[in-house]
């Protein structure tokens, strides 16, 4: 993948967790009850940026500090590994991580949060593990 720009200088990276609905930060509590251990972006969108709390483009050994919808910090998570796989081919660790029963689930939870994108089995994402690192204060 090309090299994408960084944090501002003097700035941890950033990331926000988008659900189905815009102002759904659901997914932010789960990251902060462990449950939530992956995340996924299609693979021309992950190196932008997505707002003003999230620099995209993740990278393994990254500490990233997590924003809910509302721009408040609730905790910062590692980075642990990252890689492309397509939509046909959700590996367990990525559906389990993502807090989904099975491959099919994960692939319909997408389709409602991506209304807009042709979701086939050729899709192409970019898979990111991470693990909590602390809450904010």
Known sequence: MADAPIASPGR??????WGAHPDDD???LEVIAGRKT???SPEDENALPAGEFD????RVGESVE?????GRLRCRIRVTE???LT????????WRGEGCAS???FRQEHRRAWPDKRLDAGFRLVATHFRLEDLAP
Not at 66 to 70: E, G, M
Not at 87 to 94: C, N, R, V
Request: no cysteine; glycine share 6%; aromatic share 12%.
């Open 12 to 17: 941890p990276r950033r990331t926000q967790f």
């Open 26 to 28: 659901h997914l932010v």
């Open 38 to 40: 992956a995340t996924v």
């Open 55 to 58: 620099d995209g483009d993740m």
């Open 66 to 70: 997590v924003y809910d919808l509302r």
């Open 82 to 84: 990252v890689y492309p």
């Open 87 to 94: 939509f046909g081919d959700i590996p367990e660790k990525l």
């Open 103 to 105: 491959a099919e689930e």
